[in-house]
């Protein structure tokens, strides 16, 4: 098989390609990294590319073929993880200067499944500092770029994972997913995002943004590929009190009927207005328009909602996630984890013991943690403090569980909600400046993220300026084998007609980066 063909390929049939002898696990592994050689001098969606334990990874998986051996789902299959996922012995750097030479001493329980099932980790992505952002543009490491359009960024904050899948670099990347992480880099970077229930995969090693909302999710080629992560990903964990104990189904394989004869008779689809909080710009209007006309020549009835809470969504959120931000980034103090104040460490032992804790403190997170993440700390800690508590906190919290309330209830009378993923696609690199501009990225994603529901975003085609636009379906919690089956279903038939969303990646030939 021609090396270039690997790169149009998802993971469900590299692994079974490989067990077919296509190709080995070496010449697959071979062929991503020189990919990531070619494309990441410019797209930057790596922090760190374990280039040698791979290739031996792949020669074992070679081996273990050879001899006839158990293999797992995901043998040989690259992947990708978001830099704020543990991976033992490896550095850990959540994109920010706090967390300077920080080594996990464990792996998170995701990236251990992965391993698990045969995944070979290839190396650590980009995202926002401590996944806060939309954009990919606040890490200490620089901005990583959209592979459709250099200029434009790739959304966030898992935008690393999102650009190494759509860049063909990796079939498969872990991200998190708090208030739209993963949907909204995927609907940015034309691929598929999954955020699972809320408990559904363990959070355990995954750095902590707001806890009540985290999750860990899969950014894949195509909806089987996340369906597929999911087996893998999902189920109890004793290192997780949140997890919970519902079954884990085999998502993956129940897709295939689905994608030969795509229908979606009998189903019902909600969805509101998108008018006043909820606008859209244009190009995603005519997308949305589109998809709906698609859903419905596929036999889904629409109906139309009211939701009244949903234009509260990304008001409650940014109340609530920068205070359990404020209480989470309390641990990075410079003393327990990362990194201690430079100038602390430079004096003379008898002017350190003149400094107090407090001043290493302060000195060390001033230093350490870059604008938004002090701006989420500063308001979270004011949303939270005695005598404005209960104007915000608990407030919030009263109208989170409105919206809770709201969404399931409306989940009891449809099969899913539908929407947009993102009010407008990709937009340019440094375009957001006003903190507000940027989070209206998420007024759509913010939503399903408070209420603990799954959602998925799935390719919807290019709009005009030939960018990725994308839908997202919402589940009722643990309904993620109905959704899975709606995007199916949407993308088979959509590819039928449009064919798969890939870059061109002109720039690569152009960049002078030899093959
Ligand atoms: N963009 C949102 C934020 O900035 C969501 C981040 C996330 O899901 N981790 O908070």
Redesign the pocket.
């Known amino acids: 098989m021609a090396a270039e063909e690997l790169a149009h390929l998802d993971s469900t049939s590299l692994a079974s390609g490989l067990r077919r002898g296509d190709f080995s696990a070496l010449e697959l592994m071979d062929f991503c990294l020189r990919r990531i050689q070619r494309a990441d001098s410019r797209l930057q969606a790596f922090i760190e590319v374990f280039t040698d334990d791979a290739l031996r990874e792949a020669e074992a998986v070679d081996r273990r073929l050879a001899a006839g051996g158990r293999l797992g789902p995901l043998a040989g299959v690259p992947v990708a993880i978001k830099d704020n996922l543990s991976i033992a012995g490896r550095s850990l750097s959540c994109g920010s200067r706090i967390l300077e030479g920080y080594v996990a001493p464990y792996s998170a329980t995701a990236v251990e499944r992965l391993q698990r099932a045969g995944a070979i980790v290839v190396g650590r992505t980009n995202l926002?500092e401590m996944?806060?952002?939309?954009s990919c543009e606040t890490s200490i490491w620089g901005s990583t770029l959209n592979p459709w359009d250099l200029g434009r960024v790739p959304g966030?904050?898992s935008g690393g994972s999102a650009a190494a899948v759509a860049a063909a670099m990796v079939p498969l990347a872990l991200g998190?997913?708090?208030?739209?992480?993963v949907r909204?880099p995927a609907a940015f970077t034309g691929v598929v995002g999954l955020r699972p229930t809320y408990g559904r995969v363990s959070r355990h090693g995954l750095v902590a943004?707001a806890s009540s909302f985290d999750q860990v999710g899969p950014l894949a080629r195509s909806v089987r590929d996340v369906a597929l992560a999911l087996e893998v990903l999902a189920g109890p964990d004793p290192r997780d009190s949140t997890t919970t104990k519902e079954p884990v189904e085999s998502w993956g394989s129940s897709l295939q009927g689905i994608e030969d004869a795509p229908s979606l008779a009998g189903l019902r689809l909600g969805w509101c207005e998108l008018a006043g909080d909820l606008a859209v710009d244009a190009a995603t209007e005519a997308c949305w328009r589109r998809s709906c006309q698609r859903l419905e020549a596929l036999g889904a009835t629409l109906v139309p909602l009211q939701l009244p809470t949903l234009d509260q969504a990304l008001a409650i959120y940014s109340v609530l996630?920068p205070c359990e931000a404020s209480s989470n980034l309390a641990r990075f103090d410079g003393v327990r984890f990362g990194r201690r104040a430079a100038e602390a460490e430079d004096l003379e032992d008898s002017a350190v013991e003149e400094l107090s804790l407090e001043d290493l403190y302060v000195r060390s997170r001033s230093e350490g943690f870059g604008p938004e993440v002090k701006r989420r700390i500063l308001l979270g800690t004011y949303a939270l403090s005695a005598g404005d508590r209960e104007s915000y906190y608990y407030r919030a919290r009263r109208a989170l569980r409105q919206v809770r309330r709201e969404l399931r209830e409306a989940l009891e009378r449809v099969d899913a909600l539908i929407s947009p993923t993102t009010p407008t696609s990709a937009f340019a690199l440094g375009a957001r400046r006003e903190p507000l501009e940027m989070?209206r990225?998420?007024i759509f994603t913010c939503a399903p993220?408070l209420a603990g529901l799954p959602a998925i975003a799935v390719p919807a085609g290019l709009t005009g300026e030939g960018l990725p636009s994308s839908l997202q379906v919402t589940g009722a919690p643990f309904a993620e084998a109905k959704i899975l089956r709606i995007a199916t279903a949407f993308e088979a038939d959509r590819q039928r007609d449009e064919g798969m969303l890939r870059p061109s990646m002109e720039w690569m030939n152009a960049s002078g980066v030899a093959a």
């Open positions: 926002d996944a806060m952002g939309s966030g904050s998190s997913d708090t208030g739209g992480s909204q943004f996630a989070y990225s998420d993220s």
